[in-house]
């Protein structure tokens, strides 16, 4: 929430979000932002502790059980955001000790989750407006590190709303590493060589270039199978217009194949393709 409070206070435009400590707030609330909203813990991972509710009946509802489920105290209930629609998009920065190294821009083709979460289809993209907000955000803060700023974007107004900061390496990482902007070996530079060092390996990208997460789209389709959409299921499986994968490395099959065994094992214990890990969210 303090996030959000921050790039507000800049000028970056933010939903409306509330925080209470008392379900007698809620009316109250709904009549402020409105009966279309998200529901997030203080500490999520992606889309886990993210959740969605339209209509009074359904917001208190939602907000009963998941202070139940994760026996949620008074100060750690959950914040009501005002529920914004448009395309994912995410800006990558790598800033050390506040002077911006490199940048990176991305939009979701495609989400493992359809209201959000990881992205299994992503493009390389350049976006003035929504980099800048995302640059003016973390020069304030004095940013040291990785972080991705997330937004989501309405086309037709050409407006961006700030979602959340992501301050850690961030699972689309193929995709600006296969455009040149290698993330990974920058900070190593940075750590060990310099500021400089690192900036004189940053160049601008092209646009268009398509990462795909391969794994991810196989589990969109187990969920289309299940419910009989056989077509859907077996386009999600084909090869598509993709120039990179995160996870299929033919030359270190090894790496592809336990992160393939990973899931299978989640999946077998928690019987779900999105387990809830307790120490991720509260």
């Known amino acids: 929430m303090r996030a959000i409070e921050f ?4 000028g970056i435009p933010t939903p ?3 925080a209470f400590k008392h379900i007698s707030k809620i009316d109250n609330i709904i009549s402020e932002i409105g009966e279309s909203v998200v529901i997030k813990l203080h500490r999520s991972n992606s889309a ?24 949620l105290k008074h100060q750690n209930y959950p914040i009501i955001q005002k529920r914004v629609k448009g395309e994912g998009w995410g800006v990558s920065c790598l800033y050390w000790h506040g002077n911006r190294i490199a940048s990176f821009t991305h939009r979701r083709l ?3 989750i359809s209201t959000g979460g990881p992205s299994t289809l992503r493009e390389s993209a350049h976006n003035r407006v929504m980099e800048d907000c995302a640059h ?17 974007w309405n086309p037709i107004e050409k407006q961006p709303w700030f979602i959340e900061i992501n301050p850690r390496l961030w699972g689309s990482i193929a995709l600006p590493v296969a455009c040149g902007v290698d993330f990974p070996v920058m900070t190593y530079i940075a750590a060990t060589k310099g500021i400089n060092a690192a900036r004189s390996m940053y160049k601008d990208y092209p646009d268009g270039i398509v990462a795909r997460w391969y794994l991810g789209d196989m589990i969109i389709s187990i969920k289309s199978l299940s419910k009989l959409n056989l ?52």
């Open 7 to 10: 790039a507000s206070r800049g």
């Open 48 to 71: 886990k502790g993210v959740f969605y509710a339209q209509g009074k009946e359904l917001i208190i509802d939602t907000l009963d059980k998941v202070i139940r489920q994760f026996n």
């Open 136 to 152: 003016k955000l973390l020069d304030k803060l004095n940013w040291h590190g990785l972080a991705m700023v997330e937004f989501k």
């Open 110 to 112: 495609r989400e493992k």
């Open 16 to 18: 409306k979000y509330a």
């Open 231 to 282: 077509l859907e299921a077996m386009k999600l499986l084909l090869p598509g217009n993709e120039d990179v994968y995160d996870d299929l490395f033919y030359d270190d099959i090894g790496a592809t194949f336990s992160e393939f065994l990973s899931y299978f094992l989640r999946f077998i214990k928690y019987r779900s393709t999105n387990p809830i890990d307790r120490g991720f969210v509260e």
